[in-house]
């Protein structure tokens, strides 16, 4: 049967909505360590950060080098899952494609952020073996810091440098 006739076209267009809904950029969160923003995934660059840090040049240059070589590759993983997210929304505005057909389109966009998440973890697991154990806590302490002044969500809110 065909999901826009067993379903409507309504609650098909919903789903696809909630799928599409962006996720974390492929920097995540770049104000913010882990995380979006200004700076493009340097939070080192931030100059209240890399003071209260005491991050040396040396640290910066190797912090800087992780996300170039990580960069494009993260830009082509978010890439993959937009492409396969505008599928999906094809997939669901034709009536004649089959639920299996969709929900296996669905496991593909989950495939692909998975994969995602996954890169962008191992290099913010590279960047922390950067830093030294002091700077690690200093830097999850500007976090949590900046979580609670921005309402728990560390995205909503801009900060100047």
């Known amino acids: 049967m ?3 006739m067993r379903f409507g076209l309504m ?6 909505a909630t799928l599409a ?16 923003g200004t700076h493009h995934g340097k939070f080192w660059r931030r100059d209240k950060i890399r003071h209260q840090l005491r991050l040396t040049d040396d640290e910066i240059d190797k912090l800087e080098d992780i996300l170039a070589r990580n960069r494009q590759r993260l830009e082509d993983m978010k890439a993959d899952v937009k492409k396969k997210r505008a599928t999906l929304d094809a997939l ?7 639920e299996a057909t969709i929900l296996g389109q669905v496991d593909l966009i989950e495939h692909a952020r998975a994969k995602l998440g996954k890169a962008r973890v ?3 697991l590279e960047m922390r ?6 700077q690690q806590r200093q830097l999850a302490q500007l976090r949590q810091k900046h979580k ?11 900060e100047e440098d």
């Open 2 to 4: 065909r999901l826009g």
């Open 11 to 16: 609650p098909a267009l919903a789903l696809a």
């Open 21 to 36: 809904t962006p996720g974390a950029s492929a920097l995540a969160d770049e104000r913010w360590p882990g995380g979006g």
């Open 92 to 98: 669901l505005t034709d009536e004649r494609t089959d």
């Open 122 to 124: 191992t290099m913010l």
């Open 129 to 134: 073996r950067v830093l030294t154990p002091e």
């Open 148 to 158: 609670r002044k921005a309402g728990g969500d560390a995205g909503s809110e801009r």
